[in-house]
């Protein structure tokens, strides 16, 4: 019995080795056959001639390229005078005026795209060749802007990825390594102060300062591949794509013929560019800040149409504030303030329309907007004053109240004092 | 004219049903007077707080409507539409706190002035009863807004019901009506709070009023011993119905200052998906049963230390609920008996797990 369990287990042993054994095999088999050894990154590392920017993270890299797939050459030899041999296709560093065809070699063919990501744009070189950083690479300007200026050539990540160039929070400072010398674009006659500018503008803080990646960057307004200056009629409606409803009400105005005329940028001509502030109501006022009065003189159409937006806007803002101010009061009290909280968004939402129908320079609709505004911030107003009152009628009913039963305890203390002493003489 | 019009009334009932059995109690009986007196008005005032939660709970069952669409609704309603809707609401609230109060403080001048003891064991009995009828009040009642913290705090008091062996599952579930507390809980809620607590309530009530005023009022053994000129009594009537009346008005004046400075909060909606409010705490009555099982180690030798707390709780109340039938021995030399130190231990127990409760 003995002997015969001893024969079993070896023989068990015996199988699951070789079993195990053959297993292991198939799966070093099965490694090599998924990562083919690279010898371009292992000579280039071995002799620590790896390109300055280049990273493991690379989206090439990842996607298990080889450095042949795009500078060429036979990555499966050791040998150098093999690999790196013109007859196998080695390219080298591509020239600067040769990168835009060079990275379209793949990122133009759908075929091998939609291999990678299936919805990818292959248009890039295309728009490349539209946009002014395009046309002046063409024209020989070295300078300029080619695909491994924004997106890097050896470190390059998905635009959604934060690490990466072009990702929304860096794109502004990617941009300004190029436009913010001054050495570079004085050659072009561009100012270099547009990060500066941008940085303290309602887009820059929202994005740079508050991260929030929804907010416009450079490629939003000026566009990505097709990188352009704006023209007067791309500006309005660059501007447009986001801010909608001002840019209808403009348009449909005679002012935007007369903009169209005289040469004058749309929305730029009151709000700036990059240096784009929050609106401020003294802007269509007639004062220091006005921008009306930077074409209207006293006493023109112009002039008086400001003022009487501007009287319609300031009179709904402060009914607004003073019924906000109350509504403050109501929450502080612990009062009811559903409702006025419902009337005031309401009241809040007239004073936006208001302010966007100020881009209809229609006196008549901004009035009719304010007073909808008006009235509703007098109701909430109401309502507000109505809980601060119950506040204190409660406060002093309950102040009437205790004086009752302040009256009525001290009766009933008499009361039982006055049985006491009766009850005293009474037994004595 | 009044007084005219009142004897007249008395007169025509007794005529018809003979008062005289009513009179005789009023006109005779007496209450002890002396340095402990005090604590027979806690009963009264416990009384007292019990009629106003009837009265209020009555005035906010006119606007409440039970259902997870309507319960928050609906006292949202009251304490912000329904005139003086905002009063009841939080005089019930606030009431139901103090009367738990005064109900603990009922049940220990009780113990420690052994009041409990023969003839009293019934008394005693029905009064514990009725304590823990009064807690179950506070926790159906609880849930009654559908807000957050009411949702969260019956998800956390069921799941407690729920470690009990065998029955505690099913009781849980019962308790829910449904695995999880939603909707049918609140519906079952509702009626427990409204109709089948109220029903048991009044008869355990009603006796032990009964009780009360067959045996009269107890006296302590100090009163006992004293010699029968030495002795003094106050009748009850009018005496000490006037001096109860006063403490019941001072109460009452108490709880619309707290109900009108101290609002209870509404909250939010109980939202089932929500994930739970930052520090729900039960009601301050069950935070030193809650910090208690709280405490506990996962384990205890091989029952789930959960498990071993609530079967202590249920084993102390079911014990100090016959503690009237407890002989234990009298002991000359010791300087406090037995049964005060015991009490003592489990006054000093509640009252350090509760600020613990609420200081961790």
Known sequence: MGKRFHYFLLYTLSVSFLFGFILLEKENIKKDQNQKVDQCFVCHKEIDNLPKDFSENDVHKHANLSCSSCHGGDPNSDDQEISMSPSKGFIGIPKRKDIPKFCGKCHSNINIMRVYQPRIP????????????????????????????????????????????????????????????????????????????????????????????????????????????????????????????????????????????????????????????????????????????????????????????????????????????????????????????????????????????????????????????????NKASLLAQKEIDEYYTRRNGFAIATLAFLVFIIALYFKIKDKEKNKTTSNS | MVKKFGSKLIDWIDERYNLTPVRNL????????????????????????????????????????????????????????????????????????????????????????????????????????????????????????????????????????????????????????GEDVTGATLSRFFGIHVAILPAIFTVFLVLHLLFIQQQGMHEPEHFKNLPEEKKKYIPFFPDFALKDLLLWVIVFNILIFLALYSPWELGNKAEAFASAPAGIKPEWYFMFMFQSLKLLPAHILFIEGELLGVLFFGVAGFVW?????????????????????????????????????YLL
């Open chain 1, 122 to 377: 292959t248009d890039q070189v295309e728009q490349y060749y539209t946009s002014v950083h395009g046309k002046k690479l063409l024209a020989g300007d070295t300078n300029v802007a080619e695909c491994s200026s924004c997106h890097t050539a050896h470190s390059i990540l998905p635009a959604k990825d934060p690490r990466s160039s072009v990702y929304a929070l860096n794109v502004p400072n990617t941009c300004n390594k190029c436009h913010g010398n001054s050495s570079l674009m004085k050659n072009y006659k561009i100012p270099v102060n547009q990060l500066e500018e941008y940085s303290k503008s309602v887009h820059g803080i929202a994005l740079l300062k508050n991260k929030d990646i929804s907010a416009p960057a450079c490629n939003d307004c000026h566009g990505n591949h097709g990188a352009t200056p704006p023209g007067l009629k791309s500006i309005s409606h660059v501007c447009g794509t986001c801010h909608v409803t001002n840019m209808e009400y403009f348009n449909a105005t005679r002012m935007a013929k007369a903009f169209e005329e005289q040469d004058f940028h749309g929305c730029e001509q009151c709000h700036g560019n990059h240096g784009v502030q929050k609106p401020n109501d003294e802007m269509i006022n007639v004062g220091k800040e006005s921008k009306c009065i930077d074409c209207h003189a006293d006493g023109d159409a112009g002039y008086i149409v400001s003022k009487k937006i501007y009287s319609s806007l300031i009179h709904l803002k402060n009914k607004y504030n003073e019924a906000n101010a109350k509504y403050l009061e109501v929450r502080q009290k612990g009062m009811n303030d559903i409702e006025i909280g419902f009337q005031l968004q309401d009241a809040k939402q007239a004073l936006i329309l208001s302010r966007t129908l100020i881009h209809t320079f229609d006196t008549t609709k901004v009035g009719a907007k304010a007073k909808e505004g008006i009235d509703i911030s």
């Open chain 2, 26 to 177: 009023l006109l005779h009986k007496k209450v002890p007077e002396h340095r402990h007196s005090v604590w027979y008005y806690m009963g009264g005032v416990t009384l007292f707080l019990f009629l106003v939660q009837l009265f209020t709970g009555i005035l906010l069952l006119l606007y409440y409507r039970p259902g997870e669409d309507s319960a928050y609704e609906s006292v949202r309603f009251i304490v912000t539409e329904v005139k003086f809707g905002w009063l009841i609401r939080n005089v019930h609230s606030w009431a139901s706190s103090l009367l738990v109060f005064f109900a603990f403080v009922h049940m220990f001048s009780v113990f420690f002035s052994k009041a409990y003891k023969k003839p009293r064991e019934l008394t005693w009995v029905t009064g514990f009863i009725i304590l823990v009828f009064t807690l179950a009040f506070g926790f159906s009642g609880y849930l009654l807004p559908w807000n957050e913290l009411a949702f969260f705090a019956t998800k956390v008091g069921t799941d407690i019901v729920g470690v009990l062996p065998i029955i505690g599952e099913p009781l849980k579930i019962l308790l829910r009506g």
């Open chain 2, 321 to 357: 609920m016959l503690v009237p039938y407890i002989k234990v021995k009298h002991r000359p030399n010791w300087k406090i008996q037995p049964l005060t130190l015991v009490g003592i231990l489990v006054v000093l127990f509640i009252v350090i797990m509760t600020i613990v409760g």
